[in-house]
């Protein structure tokens, strides 16, 4: 480019000559960029696939005999949720917990929202009634039964969830 600005200052170049170099080496680019976010793309499904392949691989959560859980008489799960002493610290070197002693009821038949500041829990908390995690201490009931007697996705078929990224209005 140094070299374009001297020879048209030295007259080796036209200023029409220079642009129209300019303008080639800017066509130039642009394919070069696309061929570089093809193979991050690229590299993106890569990884992705790898996932899905260990995932279809993995061992089913439980048992296919668990898995469809009979209702009690009367067709409900019979009970509020509660939360008894709940802690829970996600693995790794010095992470703090993230739930500490939680006691929380939540009423049978009634729409619950739980929100909050982020970083206070809320996903934690769905994770853990999901099935996702187990706590580190306490214990999450249906009225007076543990969760963890029900089978993961006979529970999971009972919940309805609705994510923080869901919408934004203005």
Known sequence: MEYQN???VNGQMTLGGMMALQYIIGQLNSPIEQLIQFIQHWQDAQISIERLNEIHEMNDEEPLTKQFTPLPIGGGLGG???FKNVSFTYVGA???PV???VNLIIPQGKVTAIVGT???GKTTLL?????FYK???GEILIGNSPLWGLGARFWRSKCGTVLQDGFIFS
């Open 99 to 101: 739930l500490k002693n």
């Open 6 to 8: 001297t020879a048209v």
């Open 94 to 96: 010095g992470n703090e």
């Open 80 to 82: 509020a949720l509660v």
């Open 118 to 120: 982020s970083g206070s």
């Open 127 to 131: 994770k853990l009634l999901l099935r």
């Open 135 to 137: 706590p580190n201490s």
